[in-house]
Nanobody
Framework: QVQLVESGGGLVQPGGSLRLSCAASGSIFSINTMGWYRQAPGKERELVARIISGDSTSYADSVKGRFTISRDNAKNTVYLQMNSLKPEDTALYYC??????????????WGQGTQVTVSS
């Protein structure tokens, strides 16, 4: 079992910044991919940013240049620094982590979601 705990969401004015965190714990042997997704009301869940072992990153076009994903391997934690936030960034943000358990079984876990609201 692998558990994810997210934090850092909230209400911010347009142009503001927020930093999301997601800590993974449990039977983790290795982590390959850590990512952030978001889902706005009435829309499908979409990939925001992803970081793969070796620190290769990818971003949705809508957040390039504004968001930065990073990871702390020692803490099994992934971060999403969000700058220059726009109202259209308002959504429920989910963390996703994929890797191997100590039994060498592949896992893919989702966080509970953290709300980000950008509004004046």
């Amino acid at each position: 079992q692998v558990q994810l705990v997210e934090s850092g969401g909230g209400l911010v004015q347009p142009g503001g910044s927020l930093r999301l965190s997601c800590a993974a714990s449990g039977s983790i042997f290795s982590i390959n991919t850590m990512g952030w997704y978001r889902q706005a009301p009435g829309k499908e869940r979409e990939l925001v940013a992803r970081i793969i072992s070796g620190d290769s990153t990818s971003y949705a076009d809508s957040v390039k240049g504004r968001f930065t994903i990073s990871r702390d391997n020692a803490k099994n934690t992934v971060y999403l620094q969000m700058n220059s936030l726009k109202p259209e960034d308002t959504a429920l943000y989910y963390c996703n982590v994929r890797g191997l358990t100590y039994l060498r079984a592949a896992f893919g876990s989702w966080g509970q979601g953290t709300q980000v609201t950008v509004s004046s």
